[in-house]
């Protein structure tokens, strides 16, 4: 039996860390610690509990099941496991996230030269998604090459953004604002649902799974402790960064209190303590690490459809880039006000899914749980996302009413009774196949 050493499993949390980390990593923690004033500890904890929580769960989960998503749906029935992974696919791809890549590297490093206007957003955006389409489709060695030397000075630059915000901000803690007055904690828990970062791990959870089977593990109780141990590795990383990029956002009101954005804030932060230079060498990273984003996801829809439909690779990277392309000239903060909706109806699915596949051992017949409880979940859900999108008017009254609508979280309570009531289902009818067996 072969076990892994110190050095290996620290490798393979640095390697889970770079997973996750990309642009929506940064740029939503300083607009979340702006917007929470004196409120910005309970705000982070509920951020780090979707942004941190809620990913390492799902890595414990995949790497449980000793698969993908395909095999964390499968009390779903193939047709119900296949529409999720497809909205999944799409919402960390050519609808939200893919864009969000061109988007946060234009305002990061074009932007403060030329404005936010339409014309240089779109020949960026161009430059950015050709390149994008031609990486690829021509993956080679490239794409590793950057992504071998990006990581490491995208950390080292982490490290002293997250110094300075510490040790030099550019002010004291400001005041809060009124969408976090009330219930910080539960705000900051749906601000991490724009970081994508539970839906990206339903995605490559299996990733990790197969990189710890490629050093020679084969025990399944060893790649779980594995993941688990790389998963919380990534975890002890990303938590110090998003604390960081809070309180740097907490503190930056008197320099960026009319940003529109986490970018805005990033450069203002940056130019207002590094300089000219300082803004630049932040924005050549930025955008090194977004175009490598940007390659992997596509690759990863470019692979998961062309498997799903009898369509090549290079038709749905084409189509995929062109759709992107599209998306990104709305720009960001137009993006992220349409994508929250998208989440706020599709994260309580992957919170349930993660949910139910941890307690799997208290489930006698899974499908009895999963089917129901998942099906309660996406009514709510739906419910939620509408009301978030301000369509209130389709939403019936009662579902306004549920404690926690309020917060978009109407959900919550309806999918627990479900689950008790399917879970006492489930152990009757057990129970008389059982008793019916042994007769």
């Known amino acids: 039996m072969i076990r892994l050493k110190g050095l290996d499993l620290l490798a393979l ?19 979340a610690g702006l917007a929470a004033g004196h409120s910005l500890w309970f705000a982070a904890l509920g951020f ?41 696919y799409l919402a960390i791809g050519p609808l939200f996230a893919t864009p969000r890549t061109a988007v946060v590297s234009f305002e990061m490093g074009v932007a403060p030269f030329t404005g936010n206007a339409a014309i240089p957003l779109f020949v960026y955006t161009v430059l950015f998604f050709s390149a994008t389409l031609f990486l690829a489709i021509n993956p080679g060695q490239l794409v590793n090459r950057v992504g071998k030397f990006i990581t490491p000075v995208l950390l080292a630059a982490l490290l002293v953004l997250g110094g300075a915000a510490v040790f030099a901000p550019a ?10 007055r009330n219930g910080p904690l539960l705000k900051g828990f749906l601000e991490g649902y724009l970081t994508m970062d539970t839906l990206g791990a339903l995605v490559f959870g299996i990733v990790i799974a197969t990189a710890i089977r490629d050093r020679g593990v084969s025990e399944p109780a060893l790649v779980t402790r594995y993941s688990m141990i790389a ?19 907490a503190t930056s009101q008197g320099i960026a209190g009319e940003a529109q954005n986490g970018v805005q804030i990033l450069t203002t932060y940056v130019q207002h303590t590094f300089g000219t230079t300082g803004s630049l060498l932040l924005a050549v990273v930025i955008t090194l690490a977004c175009l490598t984003t ?13 498997g799903l439909m009898p369509v090549g690779y290079r038709t749905v990277a084409v189509v995929f880039t062109l759709f992107s392309l599209l998306v990104a000239n709305q720009g960001l903060t137009q993006l992220i006000s349409v994508s929250v909706p998208v989440l706020v109806g599709l994260y309580p699915l992957a919170i349930m899914l993660v949910a139910l596949s941890l307690l799997d051992r208290c489930w006698v017949s899974p499908s009895r749980v999963f089917i129901p409880v998942m099906a309660v979940t996406l009514v709510f859900g739906v419910a939620d996302g509408l009301s978030a999108a301000g369509f209130t008017d389709l939403v019936p009254v009662l579902f306004t009413r549920l404690p926690l609508a309020a917060q978009s979280m109407g959900w919550l309570v309806p999918v627990l009774v479900t689950l008790a009531i399917a879970f006492a289902v489930d152990r009757l009818l057990g129970q008389r196949r059982l008793a019916s067996d042994a007769g």
Do not use: K, Q
Request: hydrophobic residues 55%; charged residues 5%.
């Open 13 to 31: 949390g640095f390697m889970t860390f770079a997973l996750f980390l990309g642009a929506g990593n940064i740029i939503f923690p300083p607009s």
């Open 48 to 88: 780090l509990l979707t942004g941190v929580g809620l990913p390492l769960l799902t890595v414990v989960a995949l790497a449980r099941v000793g698969g993908g998503m395909d095999r964390l749906t499968a009390p779903l029935g193939r047709g119900a496991g296949t529409l999720l992974a497809v909205a999944v």
């Open 171 to 180: 002010g004291d803690i400001g005041t809060t604002a009124e969408s976090y």
């Open 231 to 249: 998963g919380a590795i990534a975890a002890l990383g990303l938590s110090l960064v998003y604390l960081a990029l809070f309180y740097l956002g």
């Open 294 to 306: 940007a390659v992997g996801l596509t690759t990863a829809c470019g692979e998961f459809f062309s």
